[in-house]
């Protein structure tokens, strides 16, 4: 079955190149990605009008042309239930009793092709499918108005002269509308239940799903899996809108036990033996904890282990993840491995380079940034093995590096899936240890700790002490103000870098702090209640240079009392340890984990910090804000407000991507699929596919 699911979309009958491409563009090139493309919905034909997507069957009234646009006068038969007791009354001589009765609705039916009204005959019926708008717009008084409107404006007053009893306070129409053929309708797998299948590509919905179940007829059937259903009768299924909850529950089920499967069948290497320094863990100016130490001895446990690592390092924001990730790196080194650390910005790449090479100079070990300004003679002697610890970017990715035993990946969230890249496939021991400083839900931990080894660390070096306060942005003028009398280094966060119609950027608040808390010989104090004090202010945001963020950071550092206004960039990586203020303004732009993120900028030396978040009006999240100080208290409480997409898709960064199934809501099929532990010919829809494994 492989080689039929395997083949490229352009050997599927009716699948030109101009669809090759629609469905290019979806991810979808061969048979599988095509039979796991599913419709987004299905419609019912509608027998009221309301706004959104609509099947409707309507007669054609009038056609119009103006200059390059056309538009078409439909009338739509609603039915509507009376029960006025004098109407009922005068029918049935019963009070309670309802009578239908139908309703003529005009539908204005706009096509930017003066061509596209020939398809439609005057008095014929047609079943459509578009968007239903309600313009809210009287037809009378647009009609008075029509002399003013523009050329290529369709007029609403050639409606007029219809007299169906259109309803005068509603104007409802349809952009381009597809006609669908009642014979077409009738062919559809999904016409038994009266749905049109909508599709997420501007193909055809009715000839996508004929293709596609035209397609399923050349596949075997295949065993039932669960209950009678099998594989190809649940895509049938989930194409057709029929029997949808237990044909999806086929398809998380598949997919569940090809990630048991995987995780069962890890591939095998000799047992290594590390040999460590006397003085491993004495090598940085602090004292590791028991909680850092604990990490260390179960990474490196893994890392001496016969079957390549998968590990997650989870910490709190400044609890020393990158230490206890170095040490254990420095260890593959050490004993004749070559190492790669990623990073996933370049000014993070740079500050571990920094950070690190004064130790790795002392083991001799030679060592080298990479991102993607580095000469390709360097690159290429990364490639030969010249360098036994390379620090680099995505650049890193596709690079290959002889006798690689360890990837260590910083911010893994911010990295794809990493099962295709080169730099893994060709590792002589493929061992990975993933990091986050985003906390992992503990029902999520728990629900996946029989699949993936953890080293969760929720106190750091030092305790730290950050006040959280929650300011209305009336009071942005008091702010300035005990900036301008406090002077002291500060990060500004803000949640864009241009104006948009809510709220300002970064760059307008940048300006606007230049003009009034800035330092400046010249300027007259007496001009500002806000003496300005603050040695220097910085604009740090995403579009910059990659060398210039990290000049911009490094000054920031070594300034006294400046002022870093930033966007998220500055969410991971940037460590300056003396900054102990942070203000996010539009705070309820961000999540709570992102919050959480930025609040861990500062406080990094111990000392007592301050976060203020700037907002329009108090919210539940930002109150919950306000009263954590726990990361995974606030990750749980992120999930239960916006669902575990995030958190499931970090962890699938290093795993499988899930394609249906959901966790933690799909928890019972996974542990049913550990019980079971099957192995099916089915894995074959998921194996090696863009869109799955």
Same mark, same amino acid.
């Given at each position: 079955?492989?080689?039929?699911?395997?083949?490229?979309?352009?050997?599927?009958?009716?699948?030109?190149?101009?669809?090759?491409?629609?469905?290019?563009?979806?991810?979808?090139?061969?048979?599988?990605?095509?039979?796991?493309?599913?419709? /987004?919905?299905?419609?019912?034909? &509608?027998?009221?009008?309301?706004?959104?997507?609509?099947?409707?069957?309507?007669?054609?009234?009038?056609?119009?042309?103006?200059? @390059?646009?056309?538009?078409? /006068?439909?009338?739509?038969?609603?039915?509507?239930?009376?029960?006025?007791?004098?109407?009922?009354?005068?029918?049935?001589?019963?009070?309670?009793?309802?009578?239908?009765?139908?309703?003529?609705? *005009?539908?204005?039916?706009?096509?930017?092709?003066?061509?596209?009204?020939?398809?439609?005959?005057?008095?014929?019926?047609?079943?459509?499918?578009?968007?239903?708008?309600?313009? !809210?717009?009287?037809?009378?008084?647009?009609?008075?108005? %029509?002399?003013?409107?523009?050329?290529?404006?369709?007029?609403?007053?050639?409606?007029?002269?219809?007299?169906?009893?259109? @309803?005068?306070?509603?104007?409802?129409?349809?952009?381009?509308?597809?006609?669908?053929?009642?014979?077409?309708?009738?062919?559809?797998?999904?016409?038994?239940?009266?749905?049109?299948?909508?599709?997420?590509?501007?193909?055809?919905? +009715?000839?996508?799903?004929?293709? +596609?179940? $035209?397609?399923?007829?050349?596949?075997?059937?295949?065993?039932?899996?669960? %209950?009678?259903?099998?594989?190809?009768?649940?895509?049938?299924?989930?194409?057709?809108?029929?029997?949808?909850?237990?044909?999806?529950?086929?398809?998380?089920?598949?997919?569940?036990?090809?990630?048991?499967?995987?995780?069962?069948?890890?591939?095998?290497?000799?047992? #290594?033996? #590390?040999?460590?320094?006397?003085?491993?863990?004495?090598?940085?100016?602090?004292?590791?904890?028991? $909680?850092?130490?604990? =990490?260390? /001895?179960?990474?490196?446990?893994?890392?001496?282990?016969?079957?390549?690592?998968?590990?997650?390092?989870?910490?709190?924001? !400044?609890?020393?993840?990158?230490?206890?990730?170095?040490?254990?790196?420095?260890?593959?080194?050490?004993?004749?491995?070559?190492?790669?650390?990623? =990073?996933?910005?370049?000014?993070?790449?740079? *500050?571990?380079?920094?950070?690190?090479?004064?130790?790795?100079?002392?083991?001799?070990? &030679?060592?080298?940034?990479?991102?993607?300004?580095?000469?390709?003679?360097?690159?290429?002697?990364?490639?030969?093995?010249?360098?036994?610890?390379?620090?680099?970017?995505?650049?890193?990715?596709?690079?290959?590096?002889?006798?690689?035993?360890?990837?260590?990946?910083?911010?893994? *969230?911010?990295? !794809? +899936?990493? *099962?295709?890249?080169?730099?893994?496939?060709?590792?002589?021991?493929?061992?990975?240890?993933?990091?986050?400083?985003?906390?992992?839900?503990?029902?999520?931990?728990?629900?996946?700790?029989?699949?993936?080894?953890?080293?969760?660390?929720?106190?750091?070096?030092?305790? @730290?002490?950050?006040?959280?306060?929650?300011?209305?942005? +009336?009071?942005?003028?008091?702010?300035?103000?005990?900036? =301008?009398?406090?002077?002291?280094?500060?990060?500004?966060?803000?949640?864009?870098?241009?104006?948009?119609?809510?709220?300002?950027?970064?760059?307008?608040?940048?300006?606007?702090? #230049?003009?009034?808390?800035?330092?400046?010989?010249?300027?007259?104090?007496?001009?500002?209640?806000?003496?300005?004090?603050?040695?220097?202010?910085?604009?740090?945001? %995403?579009?910059?240079?990659?060398?210039?963020?990290?000049?911009?950071?490094?000054?920031?550092?070594?300034?006294?009392? !400046?002022?870093?206004?930033?966007?998220?960039?500055?969410?991971?990586?940037?460590?300056?340890?003396? =900054?102990?203020?942070?203000?996010?303004?539009?705070?309820?732009?961000?999540?709570?984990?992102?919050?959480?993120?930025?609040?861990?900028?500062? %406080?990094?030396?111990?000392?007592?910090?301050?976060?203020?978040?700037?907002?329009?009006?108090?919210?539940?999240?930002?109150?919950?804000?306000?009263?954590?100080?726990?990361?995974?208290?606030?990750?749980?409480?992120?999930?239960?407000?916006?669902?575990?997409? $995030?958190?499931?898709?970090?962890?699938?960064?290093?795993?499988?991507?899930?394609?249906?199934?959901?966790?933690?809501?799909?928890?019972?099929?996974?542990?049913?699929?550990?019980?079971?532990?099957?192995?099916?010919?089915?894995?074959?829809?998921?194996?090696?596919?863009?869109?799955?494994?």
């Amino acid at each position: 079955m492989s080689s039929i699911l395997d083949l490229p979309i352009s050997k599927i009958k009716n699948i030109g190149t101009q669809r090759a491409g629609l469905l290019k563009r979806l991810g979808v090139t061969n048979i599988k990605h095509l039979l796991l493309n599913f419709p /987004t919905q299905f419609i019912t034909e &509608s027998k009221n009008l309301r706004p959104g997507p609509a099947l409707l069957t309507v007669r054609i009234v009038r056609k119009h042309k103006f200059g @390059k646009l056309s538009a078409i /006068t439909a009338v739509f038969s609603q039915k509507s239930d009376l029960e006025d007791e004098k109407i009922t009354k005068n029918f049935t001589n019963s009070k309670n009793s309802t009578q239908n009765f139908s309703e003529e609705i *005009q539908i204005t039916l706009k096509f930017f092709s003066p061509k596209a009204i020939n398809f439609f005959s005057i008095g014929q019926k047609y079943k459509i499918f578009g968007e239903l708008e309600q313009t !809210g717009q009287n037809c009378e008084k647009s009609s008075k108005n %029509g002399q003013n409107r523009g050329k290529n404006e369709v007029s609403n007053e050639v409606f007029h002269d219809y007299q169906a009893n259109p @309803k005068r306070d509603q104007n409802w129409m349809i952009k381009n509308p597809k006609i669908i053929s009642d014979r077409a309708f009738a062919n559809l797998g999904s016409a038994e239940n009266g749905h049109l299948p909508i599709y997420q590509t501007s193909i055809s919905n +009715v000839i996508l799903n004929k293709i +596609v179940n $035209e397609t399923l007829t050349e596949l075997p059937e295949g065993a039932p899996i669960l %209950g009678e259903l099998s594989m190809k009768q649940a895509i049938w299924n989930l194409h057709n809108g029929a029997n949808l909850a237990d044909s999806m529950k086929i398809l998380k089920f598949v997919e569940a036990s090809l990630f048991v499967h995987l995780y069962e069948k890890k591939e095998r290497h000799e047992i #290594l033996k #590390l040999n460590l320094p006397s003085d491993f863990l004495n090598l940085f100016p602090f004292e590791l904890n028991n $909680e850092q130490k604990r =990490a260390i /001895t179960a990474i490196l446990a893994d890392l001496e282990g016969n079957s390549p690592m998968k590990h997650f390092l989870y910490a709190e924001v !400044g609890a020393g993840k990158t230490a206890i990730a170095f040490l254990c790196a420095l260890a593959m080194a050490e004993n004749g491995y070559n190492v790669a650390f990623l =990073a996933p910005t370049v000014t993070l790449a740079q *500050q571990h380079f920094n950070n690190f090479t004064k130790i790795l100079t002392k083991f001799g070990i &030679s060592h080298i940034l990479l991102s993607r300004t580095t000469k390709k003679s360097e690159k290429l002697a990364i490639n030969a093995g010249k360098y036994k610890f390379v620090i680099a970017t995505h650049a890193l990715l596709f690079t290959k590096i002889p006798n690689l035993g360890l990837i260590v990946i910083d911010e893994i *969230q911010k990295f !794809g +899936v990493l *099962q295709k890249a080169q730099l893994l496939e060709n590792a002589a021991r493929k061992n990975v240890l993933m990091m986050s400083a985003t906390p992992i839900p503990r029902s999520l931990k728990i629900l996946l700790a029989n699949f993936i080894n953890f080293s969760i660390i929720e106190n750091g070096v030092f305790e @730290k002490q950050i006040k959280t306060t929650l300011l209305n942005m +009336v009071n942005l003028p008091t702010l300035l103000e005990r900036l =301008a009398q406090n002077p002291d280094k500060t990060y500004w966060v803000m949640p864009s870098i241009e104006d948009t119609p809510e709220y300002i950027g970064a760059i307008s608040r940048f300006n606007f702090l #230049l003009q009034n808390l800035a330092k400046n010989e010249e300027f007259d104090e007496v001009e500002s209640k806000a003496k300005k004090t603050v040695s220097e202010i910085f604009l740090l945001h %995403g579009k910059m240079k990659d060398q210039e963020k990290i000049e911009i950071v490094e000054n920031f550092k070594k300034s006294t009392a !400046g002022i870093l206004v930033a966007t998220t960039v500055i969410e991971i990586g940037i460590d300056v340890p003396d =900054a102990n203020r942070i203000i996010i303004e539009n705070a309820s732009q961000f999540g709570l984990s992102q919050l959480h993120q930025l609040r861990g900028r500062v %406080g990094r030396s111990g000392q007592r910090a301050f976060c203020v978040c700037l907002c329009e009006k108090n919210s539940k999240k930002l109150q919950y804000f306000k009263e954590f100080n726990d990361g995974f208290s606030i990750a749980q409480k992120d999930m239960e407000l916006r669902g575990s997409g $995030e958190w499931v898709g970090t962890l699938q960064h290093g795993m499988n991507h899930f394609s249906f199934l959901k966790l933690p809501e799909d928890a019972e099929i996974l542990d049913f699929a550990k019980q079971e532990r099957r192995v099916l010919d089915e894995f074959e829809f998921f194996v090696n596919s863009d869109i799955g494994y």
